[in-house]
């Protein structure tokens, strides 16, 4: 028996290692991803005043400081007992859908369409951004343009395009300048035009893909996300609903108060990383996925003209099903890329966000608060616990990435055993282990609020758990 | 009581003779002179106290450098503000005050507006020479208007001198030794719970850094407030 090792797992935020064990007749047992870094933010935080949460846990992560900021500051209007005004929030809102514009942009062209471009198969030395600006530069010139939009928005509405500064508890400190809202109107059909094209490129390619679609983590799994009130595409607020693989809906809205009634977080030996379930079918049976796909799954729609139409296309894919297949989360992203762009637009010309309202102000009302919003990569929850003062006496945070936790590894172990072969072990085979992980867009850094330690690899193991070859990737 | 004769006295600062009066420091001549010499716990109004010693000199013919905040002019003294070992020396003790506390200036809420961030551009000190030591102070959040962390202090006392000397309250003052030290209100009550405290603000006003700060408060109010309180110490320091 052997075990085989990817490490690092490229082309993801952070860094992470799987291994493969193979058993005694030399097929693949077993498949997992461990996350090897490990930081402990929810402990240093403890003893911080709470007014200092959104920019300490913004340093979770770059790629998506504004969800923390966003799941932060909600968390503390919940302490202070105050509802921020319109303006705040739909600035907020602008700013949450800017990131997932450039987040989305990020995982589909700056790290995934090299699979996409050239192939699963293709050599390792090519599959990689700078590739695709020798071979297709307008295509890696879009990609680039999309993402540089969605930062600009952040920076123009919150002070910053890395860990912004604008965003604070009860609303936000900046207001919307008529000329910022102007200019990034005019800007909003280029950036769609790069977004329906990315959307038409995917759609011709992907029927080259067949053999990923259906062993890309393609499983029955619940899903969970926010929606609003009319069951709608949302990712500011709203309410947690839960559906089954059938579609049902197990809980149709959850106050994200009372998250904890609903999802427990089982502890792994082998991973940083922590394993969030579904509370009311134990571990691990309750399994859920979040993210674009769970949010396109879950919604009934999206609420904005263009991304309706293509929803329709997304949904046809299930049959009446929710979509089971990961590798169209790539897909799901692509539509909320669109969605965010219309919506920004909404909201951009929605007379109240010029209000020069932008901040309620209050003092600690209540000793916990729990904050909750989408994040690019799923549902984010910050839940603190504070004294009278405000002191941060305790802090739970449930990263986007930690709750597709469980699910990622099913998916490891289900490309593994689709692909790998271990009497011929190809360099393309271990790509796919890695690119259904790829699939999910995880991050990391942020999901084991952990210490950076820069090493991943696949291991390969025997049956005596030795490993007998390693595939390093440094 | 017999008063001291002011007398005018001549000496050399960086080669350049210079004037002043027998009661004048080092620092309060240089500055006449637009002699620049690096400070931190001086603040113009206030007592100087020479604890930060950033505005450490050396004087010709002495073993040690001297702060000029605190050392009063002798005549025929040749001064050096800066040499490479004077330089290094304040590189040093900036280094230590960084590495005793934790200066985290992202999250900071005087983060562009703190005299200990901008000390160390003047002085180009880009890591500390000096390992951190992590330690860690609870923050008094207890105050109604005010935040005091100590955890951002870099015991300049400036604070301290304010209130006694300006406010006149005396409710601030420095309790435990060495790098334990930290400020306390009355005898280490909680802020709120202080019964000299006239919740006037100056020592918030005052502070450096971000260990006492204003509660819900834009960066342009803090700039404006920390006018106020030059101000008055300018006023102040006229009526004497």
Redesign the interface.
Known sequence: MKTIIIDPVTRIEGHAKITIDLNEDGSVEDARLHVTQYRGFEKFCE???Y??MP??TA?TCGICPVSHVISSSKACDTLLSVTPPKAAINIRKIVNLAQIIQSHTLNFYHLSSPDFVYGFDAPKEDRNIFKLMQTHPKMAKDGIELRAFGQKIIESLAGKRI?PTGIIPGGV?NILEIEVKEKLLQEIPRAMKIAQNTLKYFKENLHKFQKEIDSFASFSSLFMAIVGEDGSLEHYDGVLRFIDSEGNVLNEAIDPQNYKEFIGEAVEDDSYLKSPYYKPLGYPQGMYRVGALARLNVATKCGTPLADEELKNFKALGRGKPVQNSFYYHYARIIEIIYGLEKIEQLLRDEDTLSENIVA?GKINVSRGVGCSEAPRGTLFHDYQVDS???IEKVNLIIATGNNNLAMNAGVKQVAKAFIDPANITDGALNRVEAVIRCFDPCLSCSTHALGIVSSQIELRDHHKKIIKIFARN | MIKQKVRVKSFKINDITVTGRSDQTLLEVAKEHNIFIPTLCYLEGLSCVGSCRLCLVEIKGAHELVPACTSKIKEDMEVITTSEKIDSHRKMILSMIFSERSHTC??C?ANGDCELQNKSVELQLDHSLVPYIDS?F?????HKNF?H?PNRCILCSRCVRVCSEIEGANAINIAGRGINSQIIHDMDDPWIDSQSCTSCGKCVYVCPTGALYE??I?KEDVITKREIIHNLLKSRAENE
């Open positions: 003893g911080k005043i007014t200092d920019a300490l340093r860990h400190s102000r003062n405000g002191i | 992202s999250v809420e860690r609870a923050i008094d959040a207890s935040v962390d509660k819900e834009s």
